[in-house]
């Protein structure tokens, strides 16, 4: 599902969240559908298991899972069905 609570199209199944984080301590965090081949190119650095936290640098992290609602808040990562590589 996609941040509403809409169920997400059939060409984007996944659920993405994207972290930036800045060396200023500054955020923002996006929720949205993704598609496998969005969540295929995810590969996740060991600062990211760290995401939400004040880091002070500048980092993306991105974070793919495949069950309903597995990337709603409050959660940064997500608790189940996380697809997301490592590094």
């Given amino acids: 599902m996609d941040p509403s609570g809409k169920q997400c199209p059939q060409t984007q199944p996944f659920c993405m969240t994207s972290v930036t984080d800045t060396q ?49 808040p409050p959660s940064i990562i997500p608790q189940t069905g996380l697809v997301t590589n490592h590094v």
């Fill in 24 to 72: 200023h301590g500054r955020g923002d965090i996006v929720r949205r559908c993704a598609s496998k081949a969005d969540c295929d190119a995810i590969v996740l650095q060991e600062t990211c298991r760290h995401a939400g936290e004040v880091l002070h640098m500048d980092i993306i992290c991105k974070f793919c899972c495949n069950q309903a609602n597995c990337n709603a």
